[in-house]
């Protein structure tokens, strides 16, 4: 069985080499794992991209390709599109007329933000911006297009590769000895790691499913607790200090999403509920705090830059 696995060298996609190699271990004879990143090819190139599934033939996609930078997506729209939507479409395509599968990821931005309870997988969707409306779209065109997909959205993901939350504060630690962070959005720190394991125990158990398999579909998984950006960032110095990594507790002055202008709105309220992947894939959330040691460990003693 062949598993491409596209947007290789992002936060989830460096993940899954080794998540693969655990949780396929007594059965990774009967895998071969080909992994892609942008260099090998460019999904925006739709042309490109269908050479390649044809050249490579896999069985399974892990789609791990996403266009992320949330901001510039608002004046970049085509390129979102492109990449979120349109890439997408050629992947489900090709699953669809080769009988193969996909595993496609998405995001809490699909949402409103409304509210202070979590969102199901069958919640309402309303996204703020380019970047949600993007990946929903390409949420839609896997639905119409495929039986056998999943499609696991997530939210506020840190990891030791690639930029992030975790990165920035601790580079802001650096020079600064206070800082404004957004007390009024609330969501769950999720380590790539985390997400990549999911994945991996997902196309585990689903490899021997049939087209009809009821577990086919979308799925909600992220870290827990709940928290704001300014009590993440808290714990982030927290940590890093006990580690050594910065000197000093940077203070963290709680301030209001309207205090800190971006191109594009983000959702107040990104809980995303998670008992669907746990009811049917046995997958818990894991506790980010425990998740966020991990990855500063890792990063210990390497460059932010
Ligand atoms: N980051 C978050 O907080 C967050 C939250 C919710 C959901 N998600 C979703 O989680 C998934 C993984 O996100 P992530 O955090 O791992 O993102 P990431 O680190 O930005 O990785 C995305 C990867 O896609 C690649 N890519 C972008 N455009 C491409 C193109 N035209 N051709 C080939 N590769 C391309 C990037 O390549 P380069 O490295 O060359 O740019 C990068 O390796 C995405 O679906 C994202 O929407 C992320």
Redesign the pocket.
Known sequence: MKILV?????????ELSAQLDNVLAADRNRFTVIF????T?????LDALRDFLGYHDPNWII???????VDSAESEVS?AY???EH?VRVLADYCATNDANLI??????VFDGSGELPFYEDSEVAPLGV?GAS?LAGEEVVRATLERHIIL???????A?????VKTMLRLAETRSELGVVGDQYGAP?S?KG?AKAIAIILSQMSEAESLDERWGTYHYTGKPFVSWAEFAREIFLQAVQLGMISSIAAVNVIATEQYPTAAKRPQNSRLDCSKIRDTFGIESDDWHQSLGEMLNEIKGVSLQ
């Open positions: 596209l947007g290789a060298n992002g936060q989830v996609g460096s892609a990143g942008r260099s090819v460019d999904v925006s190139d789609n791990a390709t996403a266009y992320t930078s390129q492109s990449v979120n890439a496609h990821i998405s995001t809490d931005y970047y990946k959205r997530t939210a506020w993901v840190f990891g590769s690639g930029g992030n939350f999720t790539a997400i």
